[in-house]
């Protein structure tokens, strides 16, 4: 069965500052995906980025990235210069190539400070 | 423009009293799921419809039902709520299968008194 695990049950960081998540996953599977998820309060869930398991390349979008280790089922976020908006609770999780369910992580709640 | 429209937001029900929530999209997407979401936890993925075709995850309990009338609407049917299932339930969709992307609904909470 895969699992997601994020350590990290909370985080707060100052406006402007980078700050990284950290997710780690459990697969026998060798195609997948990989994404993180925002959920700001009373809001709905979006997708922030999203990393396929046979691309080497992290994924990157604007100030979001990601530094996947496949071999260390490791697949962290980075949020650069932080902003207000970026308050939210973030999920990893995962989904099969062959499958059409995301699993996901417990999630963590970031605060940015201003 | 809201594509996973999910109403009501606030749902108040009591204890065994059937209650359905709702989720309409404006996406035209063959996939949509519902997933039930408790405080500080992940959202648990309850069951999905490709087009018309059910697909109920092992462990959601006999209490949970689903219809989906057309392409465009979804319904979660609780038919005897429990105090344990209060929570959030988010509905979301995606384009076809094999399409990784999940848009989800602003959800609805549930309160059971």
């Known amino acids: 069965a895969q699992t997601v695990t994020q350590s990290q049950p909370e985080m707060s960081v100052q406006e402007a500052e980078t700050v990284t998540l950290s997710c780690t996953y459990d697969?026998?599977?060798?195609?997948?995906?990989l994404f993180w998820y925002k959920q700001p309060p009373s809001r709905q869930m979006i997708l922030v980025i999203r990393?396929?398991?046979?691309?080497?390349q992290n994924a990157t979008e604007n100030r979001f990235s990601v530094n996947f280790q496949k071999a260390a089922k490791s697949f962290s976020l980075k949020i650069s210069d932080s902003q207000l908006g970026d308050t939210a609770m973030y999920f990893c999780?995962?989904?099969?190539?062959?499958?059409?369910?995301?699993?996901f992580g417990k999630g963590t709640r970031l605060h940015i400070l201003p | 423009d809201a594509m996973v429209i999910q109403n009501p937001r606030y749902q108040v029900t009591q204890f065994g009293k059937p209650v359905t929530l709702s989720c309409s999209q404006t996406?035209?997407?063959?996939?949509m799921y519902w997933y039930q979401q408790k405080s500080s936890q992940a959202p648990k993925l309850l069951f999905h419809?490709?087009?018309?075709?059910?697909?109920n995850e092992a462990d959601t309990p006999d209490n949970f039902q689903s219809r989906r009338p057309n392409t465009s609407f979804c319904f979660l049917d609780i038919r005897s709520p429990g105090l344990g299932d209060a929570a959030m339930y988010l509905c979301?969709?995606?384009?076809?299968?094999?399409?990784?992307?999940?848009?989800f609904g602003a959800g609805t909470r549930l309160s059971v008194l």
């Open positions: 979301a969709t995606s384009r076809d299968r094999g399409k990784n992307i999940q848009y």
């Open positions: 697969t026998s599977e060798n195609n997948y995906y």
């Open positions: 990393q396929e398991a046979y691309k080497q």
């Open positions: 419809y490709y087009d018309k075709d059910f697909n």
């Open positions: 999780a995962f989904m099969t190539r062959r499958d059409d369910k995301i699993i």
């Open positions: 996406l035209n997407h063959n996939v």
